[in-house]
Antibody
Framework: EVQLVESGGGLVQPGRSLRLSCTAS????????MSWFRQAPGKGLEWVGF??????????EYAASVKGRFTISRDDSKSIAYLQMNSLKTEDTAVYYC????????WGQGTLVTVSS | DVVMTQSPLSLPVTLGQPASISCRSS???????????LNWFQQRPGQSPRRLIY???NRDSGVPDRFSGSGSGTDFTLKISRVEAEDVGVYYC?????????FGQGTKVEIK
């Protein structure tokens, strides 16, 4: 069974940084791309970005709203995907989820990031 | 970006009756490999999203067979054959054919 656990959320001031982690189990992590999504309070779902597996170059794609500020990376030896968030804005306030692949099979419980002064 | 338009946005249904949600894309979702990357998600109140359907019509493991997906090109539908109380929540369509990945606005299903 695919299990994903996000962590690292919290309250942060605008302009500061935060790193989220997604710890995976139940599948061969290195074989899969990993995605991050978010959901602002009371709003719909938004795709944040994606990292391909090493077999496909480990390259990344990002939504325009976060490109240049957010970076996705992965440590296949630990089965962890990361979301490094820099220059945070109040509009980045959301629950952040990681999923397996772009097709989003399997979601964690999410981690809340609140950007506020 | 591909715009995904769902209708209706609110769907009051009677227990045991069918329900249908439409999702239309601003351009074809057929990828160069011949697949159509259109998925449906359910988000129950207070819970994380859960994928129900992938590639238009494939049900995920554990999803009741009262849920079905259909469609092609730019026009897609999620149907619930007989709504149960546990089906209350918000349903989203999502396309993964074109970058960036985009979602519909969500359809809130509630019991009358």
């Amino acid at each position: 069974e695919v299990q994903l656990v996000e962590s690292g959320g919290g309250l942060v001031q605008p302009g500061r940084s935060l790193r989220l982690s997604c710890t995976a189990s139940g599948f061969t992590f290195g074989d899969y791309a990993m995605s991050w999504f978010r959901q602002a309070p009371g709003k719909g779902l938004e795709w944040v970005g994606f990292i391909r597996s090493k077999a496909y170059g480990g390259t990344t794609e990002y939504a325009a709203s976060v490109k240049g500020r957010f970076t996705i990376s992965r440590d296949d030896s630990k089965s962890i995907a990361y979301l490094q968030m820099n220059s945070l804005k109040t509009e980045d306030t959301a629950v952040y989820y990681c999923t397996r692949g772009v097709a989003a099979a399997g979601w964690g419980q999410g981690t809340l990031v609140t950007v506020s002064s | 970006d591909v715009v995904m338009t769902q209708s209706p946005l609110s769907l009051p249904v009677t227990l045991g009756q069918p329900a249908s949600i439409s999702c239309r894309s601003s351009q074809s979702l057929v990828y160069s490999d011949g697949n159509t990357y259109l998925n449906w998600f359910q988000q129950r109140p207070g819970q994380s999203p859960r994928r129900l359907i992938y590639k238009v019509s494939n049900r995920d493991s554990g999803v009741p067979d009262r849920f079905s997906g259909s469609g092609s090109g730019t026009d897609f539908t999620l149907k619930i054959s007989r709504v149960e109380a546990e089906d209350v929540g918000v349903y989203y369509c999502m396309q993964g054919t074109h970058w960036p990945v985009t979602f519909g606005q969500g359809t809130k299903v509630e019991i009358k």
